[in-house]
């Protein structure tokens, strides 16, 4: 997931859901708190790009 201060419609608290969601279901884990390691690469969509 690619995201920017500058893309319409997303707030911190959006993000932090979502981030959150993927967690609880096993597709990406927070190794630290700026690195997010994607665990399940099949389940978020295919070719790397998470869906959300």
Do not use: K, W, Y
């Not at 319409?8 to 997010?36: H, K, N, W, Y």
């Not at 665990?39 to 070719?47: D, K, L, Y």
Request: with cysteine; proline share 6%; hydrophobic share 40%.
């Amino acid at each position: 997931m690619t995201c920017s201060a500058s893309t319409p419609g997303l707030t911190l608290e959006t993000v932090s859901r979502a981030l959150s969601q993927l967690s609880d279901q096993g597709i990406l884990a927070f190794s630290s708190a700026r690195q997010i390691v994607l665990r399940n690469p099949p389940a978020a969509g295919g070719h790397g790009r998470l869906r959300v």
